[in-house]
């Protein structure tokens, strides 16, 4: 059974680097059948894909065009985890903040099927 | 980036009836990597359909997904207390970014 436990801090201040981990039980960060990602929800902009890293031969990732010169998603293999850093955040990056699996078949991408507990982040000082 | 809107925003129904869920996309989806989740308050999605028609583990047959190019449907045959819910569509798969639309409120009558 796939698990993924969250953590990192709930409060950060605005300007700084907010930075969450995603522990993998039950899988591999490093998988040729899983792309790891991280999804953010808040009131005013619903759930919103933040990016993913998947392993197929090498490393790649994806990352949404709202965050993409803010965001780095890394991969730690010998944690079996990944990893999180939104820079320079604003009050805008409140949410709470999800990782999530999703798993390639032999009929493709079936969507975000593992999700962890989620972790409520505020920007504030 | 494809853009997700789905309707009604709010569904008041009673248990036992059905349910018809709309999402329309921007442009056409490919391979047909659309999925919706159902989330309750206080928790993380759940994946119910992936690949616009199939049935995430352990979901029940009551559930089932429809639909191609840019008209999908979500449909519950008869609801039961536990599918009162807010339910989101996505579209994903090869080709980021990835969205969400903003969901549909199923409440009861």
């Known amino acids: 059974q796939v698990q993924l436990q969250q953590s990192g801090p709930g409060l950060v201040k605005p300007s700084q680097t907010l930075s969450l981990t995603c522990a993998i039980s039950g899988d591999s960060v490093s998988s040729n059948s899983a792309a790891w990602n991280w999804i953010r929800q808040s009131p005013s902009r619903g759930l919103e894909w933040l990016g993913r890293t998947y392993y197929r031969s090498k490393w790649y990732d994806d990352y949404a065009l709202s965050v993409k010169s803010r965001i780095t998603i890394n991969p730690d293999t010998s944690k079996n985890h990944f990893s999180l850093q939104l820079n320079s955040v604003t009050p805008e990056d409140t949410a709470v903040y999800y990782c999530?699996?999703?798993?390639?078949?032999?009929?493709?991408?079936?969507?975000?099927?593992?999700w962890g507990q989620g972790t409520t982040v505020t920007v504030s000082s | 980036e494809i853009m997700l809107t789905q309707s009604p925003g709010t569904l008041s129904l009673s248990p036992g009836e059905r349910a018809t869920l709309s999402c329309r996309a921007s442009q056409s989806v490919s391979s047909t990597y659309l999925a919706w989740y159902q989330q309750k308050p206080g928790q993380a999605p759940r994946l119910l359909i992936y690949g616009a028609s199939s049935r995430a583990t352990g979901i029940p047959d009551r559930f089932s997904g429809s639909g191609s190019g840019t008209d999908f449907t979500l449909t519950i045959s008869r609801l039961e207390p536990e599918d009162f819910a807010v339910y989101y569509c996505q579209q994903y798969g090869s080709s980021p970014p990835f969205t969400f639309g903003p969901g549909t409120k199923v409440d009861i009558k």
């Open positions: 999530a699996r999703d798993f390639f078949s032999a009929s493709g991408w079936n969507g975000l099927d593992v």
